[in-house]
C-alpha cells in the first residue's frame, strides 16, 4: 500500500508557478489521507484564493498523487482554514521570500 511520505515525495515535484518552490516546501499540501483500496484524499491550500492557477495546481497534484504505485485514484481538496501564511514554509523558502 502506497504511503503518506511516499505521496508527499510525489508532490513535491509540482512547483508553484509564481515563486518557483515545491507545494511541499511551502507548506501548502495539509495532508494526506490514504484508504484501504488506494484511493487518497490531499488537503491542501494555495498561497491566495485570488490564484489564477488554481485549477490547473489543483490538476498537477492529482495527477502527481495518481503517479505513486499503490494510488489508484486522488481527489483534491483546497480548503482556506488554516489560511497559509509563509511562517509554514521549510526555512529555505522563508529565507528566500524575505522572511
Do not use: R
Not at 484501504?36 to 491550500?45: D, F, H, S, W
Not at 505513486?68 to 501564511?85: D, H, S, T
Request: charged share 25%.
Amino acid at each position: 500500500m502506497a504511503t503518506k511520505e511516499e505521496v508527499f515525495e510525489s508532490i513535491s515535484h509540482v512547483k508553484d508557478p509564481e515563486v518557483g518552490f515545491n507545494l511541499v516546501e511551502m507548506g501548502l499540501i495539509y495532508d494526506v489521507d490514504i484508504a484501504e483500496n488506494g484511493n487518497c484524499v490531499v488537503t491542501m491550500t494555495l498561497s491566495t484564493k485570488a490564484c489564477p492557477m488554481h485549477q490547473l495546481i489543483a490538476q498537477w497534484v492529482k495527477e502527481a498523487a495518481e503517479k505513486v504505485e499503490g494510488i489508484n485514484e486522488a481527489e483534491v481538496n483546497v480548503v482556506w482554514e488554516p489560511a497559509w501564511n509563509p511562517s509554514m514554509a521549510d526555512e529555505h523558502v522563508k529565507v528566500a521570500m524575505g522572511g
